[in-house]
Nanobody, 124 residues
Framework: QVQLAEAVGGLLQAGGSLILSCSASGIIFRINVMGWYRQAPAKQRELVADITSGGSGGRINYADSVKGRFTISRDNANNTLYLQMNSLKPEDTAVYYC???????????????WGQGTQVTVSS
């Protein structure tokens, strides 16, 4: 079983910064992709950013709404994912979820795993 543990989010004012972290543990052979998603009230869950496990830092993908403000990074040795969030806006308010696509064994199919979610609230 794979567990994703997210650090607690926070309540911030617009323009502030916050770093989210997520640690993966359990039976893991390889983590292929790790990412952050978010879900605001009455909205669908959306991708914020994700990063592959490739060399040179992996391939990174950002939602247009966070480009230039958020930075995703990954510590492969410790199976930890980070999201540096700068210039936060009220519209960034959401529950943020960590996601990992994992091979638990060398020949196993890739499985999809979610953290429990952490609330980030940005006031104007």
């Amino acid at each position: 079983q794979v567990q994703l543990a997210e650090a607690v989010g926070g309540l911030l004012q617009a323009g502030g910064s916050l770093i989210l972290s997520c640690s993966a543990s359990g039976i893991i052979f390889r983590i292929n992709v790790m990412g952050w998603y978010r879900q605001a009230p009455a909205k669908q869950r959306e991708l914020v950013a994700d990063i592959t496990s490739g060399g040179s830092g992996g391939r990174i993908n950002y939602a247009d709404s966070v480009k230039g403000r958020f930075t995703i990074s990954r510590d492969n040795a410790n199976n930890t994912l980070y999201l540096q969030m700068n210039s936060l806006k009220p519209e960034d308010t959401a529950v943020y979820y960590c996601n990992a696509r994992v091979n638990v064994r060398p020949l196993a199919y890739e499985s999809n795993h979610w953290g429990q979610g952490t609330q980030v609230t940005v006031s104007s």
